[in-house]
């Protein structure tokens, strides 16, 4: 039970924390699969984000 809850609260601030560098860096370097396309499926461009999120949050993980 201790061990579930630290696993989500590592999960839980790893990827608060990734969401924040994440978005502050999209300020100064326009990431091109973070825009909306008008003539793209919105959904899909979020599933494009949480796809990266999770890959770069794991790879980060690994490197601690």
Request: net charge neutral; aromatic share 18%.
């Amino acid at each position: 039970k201790r061990a579930s809850m630290i696993h989500l609260y590592f999960n839980l601030i790893g990827t608060i924390l990734f969401m924040l560098v994440f978005y502050l860096i999209n300020i100064f370097v326009d990431f091109a699969f973070s825009t909306i396309d008008e003539y793209d499926n919105p959904s899909a461009n979020i599933a494009k984000i949480m796809r990266n999120s999770y890959i770069c949050k794991d790879a980060f993980a690994n490197l601690v």
